[in-house]
Structures are given as structure tokens and as C-alpha cells.
């Protein structure tokens, strides 16, 4: 007789959630987004100003999309997100400017706003479905893993397209076909995961009402909004500085004396050497996220949860010193670490979050979570890429490190849940 984990692995719809974040992930140009517009002639604070601008838009949007999907349809929501993905590939493709380029990063924004917390809502609505609720961080680790295994091989395929693209900004246009695959793949989705959390969808009153009741009770659930602001801050932190590695590497590069790769020339050599760590940083990312659930039944996964947020800032610290004394490899062990980290921590969050929160609040929730990341953002983009341009990026990620370490401090997540 099949076990559950056997007939969850085998599910239909349990595929489609896996394939949905496996066609996201074809990101073509991610190992390659600073150099592009360092090439641009953009500095790291205007790069940071770019993000920020991102960040605004899906601060602006992230609470109202949480709550307009749970009123009229998470399958409806998906779509449009995936809609405004699309429209913001062209403009990257187009952008040889601050101003085009800032269009780009507005209808990223929106998509990253109507996206985040939707897909993992409707992946618990499924599994209570199901009656596999109990079985959420298997779930979400596996599915993450696809995403994960999309990530490394968008970046394999990277390395052949950026050398035989005529510019590195085709590779936007490229990018689009695996989103407009993705949108048909939400299509295909079953109509009751379009479900709507409300009862009278069109009385305006009663959706403003109902908002500020959902804020209002999880602003005053402790436990709930201390892993929210754990999490947030961490990924804050990582988005804010995972890039960084395509600068870092290009100054190593040169700094070093690493060889080029082959008869490649220096610019080649610094995209195949970005395509290939990307790539191999998300096989085990996927490795990480898809048996993480595994500690997590072994070891308490709030301790684990915590234990994390203390072991990036010791981390960041000694890569402080890495990048100080141009150590390529170390650099590169070290990013590898907190790339591992970031995703194996990711499922964690899912599973402790849901288990303090209501069935009604679950988009909300996931969407607050990324709304207090997207302002950090916003902060910390512009701040990050102004210390790196005018001190150094060691001391940037030097001082990161420290200051995670007395936050943690002060948050208390064990003591106080």
C-alpha cells in the first residue's frame, strides 16, 4: 500500500504547483541583471534606486492584492501577475535609461505584489482539500525544489544565450515564453482553488471592513508577527545583497589573477563563470529545500528557524574578509552557503507561520510578510548600493553581519512564542 508521501508525490495537481514555480524560475537574465546595467553605465546606489522603485510598487500593492485575491479569486490574481511580468520584460528590453527602466521595475513590482503569498495559499487550499494539511512542509519544500531546479537551469541555459545573443538585453525577450507557459499552466488549474473568502464580494463597505479586521486581529497575534518580522528581515537582507556576487566577482576576477576560461575573452569568462556558480547554487538550493522538512520533523522548526537568522550574520561576516583579501573561491563558498540557507529557511517560515495563523488570513499573512520585505527593500537597496559605491562592499556586508546578530538579540523568537 502506498504511504502518503508516495500518493502526494504522484498527485496531479501537486505536479502542476511544482511545474508552475520550475516555468517562474526560467529567469535568463538573473546572473547577469547588475552586469547588464553596470553596462548601462548605472552605478550600485542607482542600481539600488531601480530595486527600490520595485519595492515601492509592491509595498504599495502587496496588502490589496492579498486581499482582492481572497475576495475574487486566487486563479484571477495569478494571472494578471503573470500579465504584468510579461510587460515588464519589454521594457527591460527596450530600457537604455533610468526612466524606461524604472516603467520595467513598476510592472515587476505589480507582478511580484499580486504573486507572492497567492501560490502558497492555494497550494494549503488544496491540501485541506485533500486532507494533507499536515503534510504542508513536504509539500512546499518539493515544490520549491522545482523552483529551485528551474533557477539552475535557466542558468545553464544563460551561459549558451548570452554568447550567442547580439546583446545581453535579448535575453529579456527570451525570457517571456516560459511566463506565457506558466500563464497556461494557471489556466488549467481547478476552479475551486478560485474559491473566495467573503459574502458579500461587491458590497464595498464590507471589504473595507473585513480588510481592517484582518489587519487589526494579526497585528495583535504576537507570536504570528514575530515570525513575520524574522523572515522578512532576513529575506530583506538576502535580496538586498544576493546579486552582489556578479560585481564581486568581476573585481576578484581581476584582482586575483583567476584564469579566463578557455581562449574566452575576460567579459565572456565573467558570464560563463556567473551562468555556471548560478547554476550549481540552485541544484543544491533544490537538494536543500526538498529534504528540509526532514529537519524539521527531527529538530523543534522554530529553533531551526531561529538558529538561521544567527548563522547569516556569522557568515556574512567572515564573507566580509574574503572579498577583503580577493579570495575567489571562498567568496564563492560563502555566497553558495547563504543561497543554501535562504532556501532551506523559506519552507521552515511556511510551515511555523501556519500553524499560528487562521484559514481566512493565509494570503493576507504571506502578503504582509512580503510587504514589510518590500519597504526593507526599499531601505536597504539604495543604503547597500551607497555604502558599497563610497566604502567598500566588504565593509558593507561586515556591518550586515554585526547588526543581524544584535537583532536576533532583540527579537527573543524562542523566548517569546
Given amino acids: 500500500m502506498l504511504n502518503n508521501y508516495t500518493i502526494i508525490k504522484k498527485d496531479k495537481q501537486i505536479f502542476k504547483f511544482c511545474f508552475y514555480g520550475f516555468f517562474k524560475n526560467l529567469k535568463f537574465f538573473e546572473p547577469y541583471l547588475i552586469i547588464y546595467l553596470l553596462n548601462l553605465n548605472f552605478d550600485l546606489f542607482q542600481i539600488g534606486l531601480l530595486i527600490a522603485i520595485k519595492e ?18 486566487k486563479k484571477k490574481e495569478l494571472l494578471l501577475c503573470f500579465s504584468f511580468y510579461i510587460i515588464s520584460f519589454i521594457f527591460f528590453f527596450l530600457g537604455f535609461n533610468f526612466f524606461i527602466l524604472s516603467v520595467g521595475m513598476v510592472f515587476f513590482g505589480l507582478g511580484e505584489a499580486f504573486r507572492s503569498g497567492t501560490h502558497k495559499a492555494m497550494i494549503l487550499e488544496y491540501l485541506e482539500y485533500k486532507n494533507w494539511y499536515e503534510y504542508k512542509g513536504f509539500v512546499y519544500g518539493r515544490t520549491r525544489s522545482y523552483s529551485l531546479l528551474g533557477s539552475s537551469l535557466s542558468a545553464f541555459i ?21 511566463y506565457i507557459l506558466d500563464f497556461l499552466l ?30 487589526k486581529s494579526i497585528s495583535k497575534n504576537k507570536k504570528i508577527s514575530l515570525i513575520i518580522l524574522s ?42 563563470y556567473l551562468g555556471i556558480i548560478y547554476g550549481i547554487f540552485y541544484i543544491f538550493s533544490s537538494l536543500v529545500s526538498k529534504n528540509i522538512y526532514k529537519l524539521s520533523n527531527k529538530y523543534n522548526a522554530l529553533i531551526l528557524f531561529n538558529k538561521m537568522y544567527d548563522f547569516m550574520g556569522i557568515i556574512l561576516i567572515i564573507l566580509s574578509f574574503t572579498i ?19 532556501d532551506g529557511r523559506r519552507p ?35 543604503l547597500f548600493g551607497f555604502i558599497a559605491n563610497n566604502i567598500s562592499i566588504n565593509s558593507l556586508f561586515l556591518g550586515i553581519g554585526i547588526i543581524i546578530l544584535i537583532f536576533n538579540r532583540l527579537l527573543k523568537l524562542e523566548k517569546n512564542i
Fill in 231 to 272: 523572515s522578512s528581515t532576513y529575506d530583506a537582507v538576502f535580496k538586498a545583497i544576493k546579486d552582489y556576487i556578479q560585481p564581486i566577482l568581476n573585481t576578484i576576477i581581476l584582482a586575483s589573477g583567476v584564469g579566463y576560461f578557455m581562449n574566452f575573452s575576460a567579459e565572456d569568462s565573467l558570464k560563463i
Fill in 158 to 178: 544563460s551561459i549558451i544565450l548570452v554568447l550567442n545573443l547580439p546583446s545581453l538585453k535579448w535575453i529579456f525577450l527570451i525570457a517571456i515564453v516560459p
Fill in 348 to 382: 521552515v517560515f511556511v510551515d511555523v507561520s501556519s500553524d499560528y495563523m487562521e484559514k481566512s488570513q493565509r494570503v493576507t499573512v504571506l502578503s504582509i510578510e512580503s510587504q514589510i520585505r518590500a519597504i526593507l527593500m526599499v531601505f536597504f537597496a539604495p
Fill in 186 to 215: 494557471i489556466l488549467s488549474y481547478p476552479s475551486f482553488l478560485d474559491i473566495t473568502h467573503r459574502n458579500h464580494a461587491h458590497n464595498k463597505n464590507n471589504f473595507i471592513n473585513d480588510s481592517f479586521k484582518k489587519l
Fill in 56 to 73: 515601492i510598487i509592491t509595498y504599495a500593492f502587496e496588502i490589496p492584492s492579498g486581499i482582492i485575491a481572497d475576495y475574487y479569486g
Fill in 324 to 342: 577583503k583579501y580577493n579570495l575567489f573561491f571562498g567568496s564563492v563558498i560563502i555566497y553558495f552557503i547563504l543561497y543554501l540557507m535562504k
